[in-house]
């Protein structure tokens, strides 16, 4: 059996929905896992999908998937604007990182505009609300070659 994908995401994203919807869009978390586990499902693999509003459980996540995970996607909130520790922590694995967010950070204000986290990352996906989750599981199915269910 495959090893799972990983979507982590951080702080106060467990209050999409509420929090600042023209920005971040209507849609919960418990939807967006939702979206991400059926599009995982299309691609013949599994996730494994987690959020926290603390930075020490983020970083014991990430070192877990050095072994549990076949790919990481990442929403770092705040986080991936302050946090060399989860940085440190992302450059441990060997396996392919997807950075992503909701909105596109590079378009909002200054101190938005630099991720640590880019400083790991394979790639990023952002700007597509909800649907940046799901294009990046698809994006780290892609490079783990999950293209398809199995009969
Ligand atoms: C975010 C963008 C970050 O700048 C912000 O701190 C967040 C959410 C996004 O998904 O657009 O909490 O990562």
């Known amino acids: 059996m495959a090893k799972p ?6 702080p106060n994203l467990n209050l999409l929905g509420v929090r600042e919807p023209e920005i971040y869009g209507r849609e919960t978390l ?4 939702a979206r991400c586990e059926a599009r995982a499902k299309g691609l ?8 926290s509003n603390h930075e020490g459980e983020l970083i014991d996540w990430v070192q877990q998937a050095r072994t549990e995970a076949s790919a990481l996607v990442i929403n770092p ?20 990182i997807v950075e992503c967010h909701l909105s596109n ?10 991720t640590y986290v ?3 990352a394979t ?20 490079l783990i ?7």
């Open 5 to 10: 994908i990983h979507v982590l995401s951080g």
């Open 30 to 33: 418990a939807d967006i896992q």
């Open 44 to 51: 013949g693999c599994s996730i494994v999908f987690r959020q």
């Open 77 to 96: 909130a705040g986080y991936g604007h302050t946090s060399v520790a989860l940085l440190d922590a992302l450059k441990t694995l060997d396996i392919p």
């Open 105 to 114: 950070p590079a378009a909002r204000e200054t101190f938005r505009r630099k």
């Open 118 to 120: 880019s400083l790991a």
């Open 123 to 142: 790639g990023i996906v952002s700007g597509f609300g909800g649907a940046s989750y799901e294009l990046a599981v698809e994006a780290a199915a892609g």
């Open 145 to 151: 070659g999950a293209t398809g269910a199995s009969a």
